[in-house]
T-cell receptor, first 113, second 116 residues
Framework: AQSVTQLDSQVPVFEEAPVELRCNYS??????LFWYVQYPNQGLQLLLK??????LVKGINGFEAEFNKSQTSFHLRKPSVHISDTAEYFC???????????FGTGTRLKVLA | NAGVMQNPRHLVRRRGQEARLRCSPM?????VYWYRQLPEEGLKFMVY????????ESGMPKERFSAEFPKEGPSILRIQQVVRGDSAAYFC??????????????FGPGTRLTVL
């Protein structure tokens, strides 16, 4: 069965420190991968996506992610976080040839002053 | 170009009432998807519709839930006789006509349903 796992439910980090949010997926077919951010009581905003090509993907707000096929991972990173990055982050996978997005359970990033 | 629109943004219902959630896809998009986000969980697929057709409703609860996407007007997700467990955020997404294997879905802001 296809699944997306976000191991960390909460990640506290101090302002200006680097952060990595982990995402692993399981799929028998190739997948497209996404990271979304959700601010309180708001919808999903696409941060970045991996479709094909370069395994390092750069997104908005200084975020980037690296696709690692051998480890089936798509971890999200930012070298220096701001208070405004406090939000919930969702990793999602869309198996090739299907239309269903499979979401992880989310990681709550809390940036501390 | 307006994005996916959902209304209402917040909906409060008492147990036993009906909830109607509306979704207007992006201009030019003919495919609509509904997802549900229960508290402390990720989004889960519910149903996939094209104009006047339900393509896949495998994620819909068997009872009380229905969805439609008429020829004219928004897509409607209808929940009859709501219960407290229906309290969740309901997200709609849309995509253009499928071509090739990649077909990005664009998500709306969601409707937060609270059942008292």
């Amino acid at each position: 069965a296809q699944s997306v796992t976000q191991l960390d439910s909460q990640v506290p980090v101090f302002e200006e420190a680097p952060v990595e949010l982990r995402c692993n997926y399981s799929s028998s077919v190739s997948v497209y991968l996404f990271w979304y951010v959700q601010y309180p009581n708001q919808g999903l905003q696409l941060l970045l996506k991996y479709l094909s090509g370069s395994t390092l993907v750069k997104g908005i707000n200084g975020f980037e992610a690296e696709f690692n096929k051998s480890q089936t991972s798509f971890h999200l990173r930012k070298p220096s976080v701001h208070i405004s990055d406090t939000a919930e982050y969702f990793c999602a996978a869309k198996p090739s040839g299907t239309y269903k997005y499979i979401f992880g359970t989310g990681t709550r990033l809390k940036v501390l002053a | 170009n307006a994005g996916v629109m959902q209304n209402p943004r917040h909906l409060v219902r008492r147990r036993g009432q009906e909830a109607r959630l509306r979704c207007s896809p992006m201009k030019g998009h003919s495919h609509v998807y509904w997802y549900r986000q229960l508290p402390e969980e990720g989004l889960k697929f519910m149903v996939y519709l094209q104009k006047e057709n339900i393509i896949d409703e495998s994620g819909m609860p068997k009872e009380r839930f229905s969805a439609e996407f008429p020829k004219e007007g928004p897509s409607i997700l209808r929940i009859q006789q709501v219960v407290r467990g229906d309290s969740a955020a309901y997200f709609c997404a849309s995509s253009p006509k499928t071509s090739g294997s990649y077909n990005e879905q664009f998500f709306g802001p969601g409707t937060r349903l609270t059942v008292l």
